[in-house]
């Protein structure tokens, strides 16, 4: 029972209890003004006097004792008290107030009434159903001194079966309000769990994306976008201070949206962007959502179907090469061990042999570009992880080829495939080693590795003391199968090139006078969320 008797609980049972009590008090306060201004004669009929007069006082004084006393309780028994003693003393008023005729009996309904709203089921219609009792209890008593009329008696029927109901409209309303602000309560934390997760993809989309008003302030960035434009915080500050080129993209657009806007290029990060625009039309501040893509990560896309398409094509001439190659070079060297070749037969033999041995290196690296594994790019710290490899290759070197290693100070942290890394860093020492050694008998590498002043990204050189490279020659480098040694297959720098692209990093020829050298950008070493 006392369960049932629960208020609404938290702010709104407190202002319900609060208007309770200034109700209270205020009728309480009307009732003395009444008995003190000698009116209750004309308002009240058959009515006690000296009794009307103490239960008005007595009513104001009790209802102040517990204004005071029970302003913010919460207990059900103590609101069922409450209610149930309100009840009682207009009751008894309704009987000294001369029954039916007096205005008291409406009091006692807007009493119940209210009552119902703090308390609930059963124990709200008990009330109703003390207030009834209340009701003709009163007026049978105010029969025996007084003979009532036919009407006095419909009229305390009426009453009667106003307090029941009064409580259950009440009751109902307050069901229907309760309802409702259940299924307001869910869709507001649906509409809450709704923006989260929506906040949460986009700072987990790769694609920078920013919110700008009119007046072109970010309204929203999420992670990618900060990290793009390398800035800790966006929000709330103008785009025109951070990225001017952006705005004149912005302007332009607005100005022709039909026309794709140029890329850009963040001076403090480097990072090419290639931005688009969308309006928002229904938004009442003109905002503007901004897309914002890293070419650099387009490109490494592309650049990693472009190989995976040329491994399944040279895979598949590969192996139909390489079987009847195989069968030419096995024929020649039976031929060889002839005795009764001749020495210029055994010259052509030994031509048909070397030239095999050649093609059939090219196909080992047509073969090693179909079967190159997916870049899987991990944050590396480029010093360490060069001190370890030069250590490895020297171990693997002749006495006559040497490699040194200069590092710089800097932050080397980059995102690389350490194997590909390795693989690209193998042919170019191999590389340089076979053009030191036609100046020199010992054949030597330089590995420098610096921080770019202006990009603040990693580079690393690989010199040498070769003869290096002619200059109709320097933008056909990186071109498949172009070779200036007869032994080369002119694949190693083209596969080195590819391998840096689909790494987001740069391999470039930079001449020199006394030797060659080739130089390696790496990307940033900020990993996309």
Known sequence: ?????????????????????????????????????????????????????????????????????????????????????????LCGLFYAGGGVGSAIGNLLIVSVAIGNTLLRRRIGLLIAAIGALGIVGSSFLLSL????????????????????????????????????????????????GLEALNALILQRMRTGILVLDEQRRVQLANHSALSLLGSARLQGSLIDDHLPDLVDRLNLWMSNPTLRPQSLKVTDSGVELQPSFI????????????????LAQIAQQAQQLKLAALGRLTAGIAHEIRNPLGAISHAAQLL?????????????????????????????????????????AQRLDLKPWL????????????????????????NFTTLMDPNQLQQILDNLIRNAWRHSAQNHDCAQVWLELFVDPESQLPILEILDDGPGVAPDHQAQLFEPFFTTSHQGTGLGLYLSRELCESNQARLDFKPRQGGGCFRITFAHGRKQS
């Open 1 to 89: 029972m006392i369960a049932e008797t629960h208020g609404h609980g938290g702010k709104q049972a407190q202002r319900l209890l609060r208007l309770y009590h200034l109700y209270r008090l205020s009728v309480g306060i009307i009732l003395v003004l009444l008995i003190s201004s000698n009116l209750d004669n004309q308002l009240l009929t058959s009515a006690n006097d000296d009794l009307l007069r103490s239960g008005s006082w007595l009513y104001l004084v009790l209802n102040i004792l517990l204004v005071v006393f029970f302003e913010n309780t919460r207990h059900p028994a103590q609101l069922f008290s409450l209610v149930l003693l309100d009840v009682l003393l």
């Open 145 to 192: 001194s007084h003979p009532p009329s036919p009407n006095d008696y419909l009229q305390v029927g009426t009453l009667g079966a106003l307090c029941f109901a009064a409580a259950l409209l009440v009751q109902g309303l307050i069901r229907r309000l309760e309802v409702s602000e259940t299924l307001a309560e869910q869709k507001a934390s649906e509409v809450v």
């Open 279 to 294: 309006a928002l039309d229904p938004s009442p501040h003109h905002q503007t959502l901004v897309f914002l893509e890293d």
């Open 336 to 376: 060889r061990e002839s005795e009764e070749l001749s020495g210029a037969d055994q010259r052509l033999t030994q031509i048909i042999q070397d030239h095999s041995q050649r093609m059939n290196r090219v196909i080992e690296n047509v073969l090693q570009l179909s079967r190159r594994q997916q870049t899987i």
């Open 387 to 410: 001190q370890q490899f030069v250590t490895e290759i020297r171990e693997g070197a002749n006495e006559r080829q040497q490699v040194h290693l200069h590092l710089h100070n800097g």
